[in-house]
């Protein structure tokens, strides 16, 4: 349980910043945005994967 919560605060402290530099980068804030979802569906993959089917 703790390693969910270690990698969710990770997370809260990087994206913002990934997304700002991306902002700053192209001077585009939809760019920024567009930039985390790749990583929202790469989660929901992994999420799908480990969860029993079962449940």
Same mark, same amino acid.
């Given at each position: ?11 809260? &402290?990087?994206?913002?910043? %990934?997304? *700002?530099?991306?902002?700053? #980068?192209?001077? +585009? ?6 930039? &985390?979802?790749?990583?929202? %569906?790469? *989660?929901?993959?992994?999420? #799908?994967?480990? +969860?029993?089917?079962?449940?």
């Amino acid at each position: 349980m703790a390693a969910i919560n270690s990698i969710g605060q990770l997370s809260g &402290i990087v994206i913002p910043m %990934l997304v *700002g530099f991306i902002n700053d #980068l192209t001077r +585009v804030a939809y760019l920024g945005m567009m930039s &985390i979802a790749p990583l929202l %569906l790469l *989660g929901v993959a992994i999420v #799908l994967w480990i +969860v029993p089917k079962n449940i």
